[in-house]
């Protein structure tokens, strides 16, 4: 058992924190080994809920234009130029909002995404792992969002618009938020497709599954998400008398 466990010990000794956070980037499999046999996520959750809430800040008033468009195009709370006017204005309210609302969103995403791959490889494919095996490796690969969030942060300053896409909403140049296509185009992003991709990876190692089997349990709770994230949207929208289409 000693001789074992020696290679993975002297892996161990050789992937700290850091080597970790590029190592997601470069070598994602020899990562998801490292957790397999020390499972951690909450340094790596803290660096991401640090950087989401910095970008988050940095593109408020960005977003808060955003949402002054989302609000115009509602009959009922269009009718007073008031409430557009103080839409865009930054108080110190909406900047503690912000960094709440991105605590939580990230919170909620993981625990969501994290309890999906655990029910389907666990209970419906049948696989052995332990919770905080998969919430480490779902953890880990959610820098790779958090990387885009990062570069997207420069062009949304230059356009001073937050409607900057790395999806296949870029096939709907008008950039229409309430349709729902344009909502599920905006899933299929450069940066979640390599999350699903690197997750379906770490499926591999943890539960020793084919390459396909992984894919298709990476993908179905991806999938989940994404409709759980839309249908949410546009219960929001509609709430708030905003008209939501196709």
């Known amino acids: ?36 046999f020390k499972p951690g996520w909450l340094p790596v959750l803290i660096l991401i809920v640090v950087i989401g809430v910095i970008v988050a800040e940095i593109t408020l008033p960005q977003n808060l234009l955003l949402q002054k468009e989302l609000v115009s195009q509602s009959p009922r709370l269009s009718s007073t130029p008031e409430v557009l006017d103080k839409m865009t204005e930054i108080t110190t309210g909406k900047r503690i909002s912000t960094v709440v609302s991105e ?47 990062i570069l997207k942060t420069p062009l949304i300053l230059a356009k001073n618009s937050a409607n900057v896409q790395t999806s296949l909403s870029l096939l709907m140049p008008g950039g229409d938020f309430t349709k729902i296509r344009y909502m599920l185009l905006s899933a299929l992003d450069i940066f979640s497709i390599w999350q699903i991709i690197l997750i379906a990876l770490g499926i591999t190692v943890l539960y020793k599954f084919s390459t396909t089997k992984a894919f298709i349990a990476s993908f179905i709770g991806w999938a989940i998400l994404v409709i759980i994230g ?17």
């Open 230 to 246: 839309i249908g949410l949207g546009v219960m929001g929208m509609s709430v708030s008398g905003i008209p939501v289409t196709w």
């Open 103 to 149: 605590i939580i969103k990230v919170f909620i995403g993981l625990i969501l995404m994290t309890s999906l791959v655990y029910f389907l490889c666990n209970i419906i494919l049948g696989g052995d792992s332990s919770y905080k095996k998969v919430l480490s490796v779902v953890t880990y690969t959610s820098l790779v969002p958090t990387l885009g969030a």
């Open 1 to 36: 058992m000693e001789e074992e466990l020696k290679p993975v010990e002297t892996q161990e000794e050789k992937m700290g924190f850091f080597s970790r956070i590029s190592g997601i980037f470069f070598e994602p499999r020899k990562v998801f080994n490292f957790l397999n």
